[in-house]
Structure formats: C-alpha cells, structure tokens
C-alpha cells in the first residue's frame, strides 16, 4: 500500500527567500503530482512528474522527482505572498489503480 | 465547458440524518472518487469507481457508501452510522491517464 509522506508540515518563509518541500513515499508510484490549495478552495494542479529524473518549473515553482530514492521535490524560489496556500503531493500506484494516495500537505505562508 | 460539479457547497446534518453529497462530471472520465479532507489532514480516499455499477472502498469507507449508476454520476451518502462526519468532502474524476479533475467540494457540518 503506497503512502506518502511530506515535510514539513508548516512552513513560515521571508518573502525573497528559497526553499523546499519533500515528499517521500513508500513504493512504486508510477507518477507523482503537486497541488495546491487555497483555504475553503479545490485543489489546483500544478505538476506531474511522470519519470526519473523528471523536472518541471512553472514560475517559481519548480518540483522534481527521483523514483531511485523514492522522493520529490517542490523548490520555492524567491518567494512572494500570493504562494502562500497549502501544497499536497500524491502518488499514483501504478497498474490499472488509478487511486491518488495525498501526503498530509505543507501549509506554506510567506511573510513581507 | 467541461467539468466536474459538487452541489451543495454547504450542508449541514442533525444528528442521526443521512444526507446525500451530489457529485455530476460531464469529461466523459471512467473514474470517480470521494476523498475526505480535515483541518491538518490530506485528503483521504473514502470510495472509488473505476468503471459504472463498480465501487470500492477506499480508507475510511466506514459510514458511507456510493452508487455509480450512471458514468456521470458519483453520490455520496454520509449515514448515521459515521459519528463524526463535519468536514470537507472532495469529489475527483479521472481518464486512465493523468487526467485528474477536482470538484469545488461541499463543506458538510453537524448542527
């Protein structure tokens, strides 16, 4: 059974700085996606990571994925307040499950 | 515009009360899910079908359950029996690819 796990749960960033969320799971997930939420809100999707090695930016977001360690990355970089938003990651387990399995999300807020 | 529509976006239960969670999607998508979502928690999978007049039960499909009828249609039924339904409930679509589209969700409250 795939399980997901991210950290950090909460995160209190400067605007301008960098930074990163890690998401590891726990078995082969044959692709990883990145979304995010805005409070009250649906989850909007941000990327799918489907291959080692794998690497998508989109702005200042820019999320990884290396299957050999089982881990990816959401990379923050200069950091502004309309990022703040909680950020879920989820793998998919692959074969003819089509089921999401979600980490337990990073509440990200960016202070001026 | 296709899509994928939860109604009601809020509702709220007595005690004791089924209440019924509409899910409608026009992707013409084969499968459909209902996650869970609680302040500080992911989402997590309460049932899923992949094709019409099949479900499965996901992680916590205690106190619910689903029909899958027709292949736009995914309701949700939050019976008696689940003693702590307050929470925000996510409907999801998807093709056998990656094509994955979320619903607005409906905020469900015990009064």
């Known amino acids: 059974e795939l399980k997901v796990e991210q950290n950090p749960l909460f995160l209190s960033m400067q605007e301008g700085k960098n930074y990163t969320i890690y998401c590891n799971y726990s078995?082969?997930?044959?692709?990883l996606y990145w979304y995010r939420q805005d409070p009250g809100k649906s989850l909007e999707s941000l990327f799918v990571?489907?291959?080692?090695?794998a690497v998508k930016q989109e702005g200042r977001l820019m999320a990884s994925l290396d299957t050999k360690a089982r881990l990816s990355t959401l990379h923050i970089t200069a950091a502004v307040h309309d990022l703040s938003a909680t950020y879920f990651c989820?793998?998919?387990?692959?074969?003819?499950?089509?089921?999401?399995?979600f980490g337990k999300g990073t509440l990200l807020t960016v202070n001026p | 515009d296709g899509g994928i529509t939860q109604s009601p976006k809020y509702l709220f239960r007595k005690e004791g009360q089924n209440v019924t969670l509409s899910c409608e999607q026009n992707?013409?998508?084969?499968?459909m899910y209902w996650y869970r979502q609680d302040p500080g928690q992911g989402l997590r999978l309460i049932y899923y079908?992949?094709?019409?007049?099949?479900?499965q039960k996901g992680d916590i499909a205690e106190g619910y359950s689903v029909s899958r009828e027709k292949k736009e249609s995914f309701p949700l039924t939050v019976t008696s029996a689940q003693k702590n339904p307050t929470a925000f409930y996510l409907c999801?679509?998807?093709?056998?690819?990656?094509?994955?589209?979320f619903g607005s969700g409906t905020r469900l409250t015990v009064v």
């Open positions: 079908s992949q094709i019409v007049n099949d479900f």
């Open positions: 999801a679509s998807s093709t056998t690819g990656d094509g994955y589209t």
């Open positions: 989820a793998g998919r387990g692959g074969g003819s499950n089509y089921k999401l399995t």
């Open positions: 990571l489907l291959s080692n090695g």
């Open positions: 992707l013409n998508h084969d499968a």
């Open positions: 078995t082969t997930s044959d692709r």
